[in-house]
């Protein structure tokens, strides 16, 4: 069974930086493509980010390319988001998703960027 477990978030000011973590496990974490995707408040699900398996290319949203870097430690089954120069339009829940098959995600990380 898939679980996808995100930590890391929290309250921050603006220009603050934070590091989000997933721990994956009950599947080939190495296999897989794994993505980042947000929740902002009154807003549907927003892609953020995507890794291969192999850490040999990423993909990054406009509205967080230069600030954000996805990256992975498939021997250790995790997926990280380090968030840098974080605004308020940044406050969202942040989610690890599993790519392919059913797209599982976990249950979020709350971020958010605030004065």
Request: net charge neutral.
């Amino acid at each position: 069974q898939v679980h996808l477990v995100e930590s890391g978030g929290g309250l921050v000011q603006p220009g603050d930086s934070l590091r989000l973590s997933c721990a994956a496990s009950g599947f080939a974490f190495s296999n897989f493509y794994m993505s980042w995707v947000r929740q902002r408040p009154g807003r549907g699900m927003e892609w953020v980010s995507t890794i291969y398996p192999d850490s040999s290319n990423e993909g990054y949203a406009d509205s967080v390319k230069g600030r954000f870097t996805i990256a992975r430690d498939n021997a250790k089954n995790t997926l990280y988001l380090q968030m840098n120069s974080l605004q308020p339009e940044d406050t969202a829940v942040y989610y690890c998703q599993k790519d392919g098959g059913a797209g599982e995600r976990g249950q979020g990380t709350q971020v958010t960027v605030s004065s």
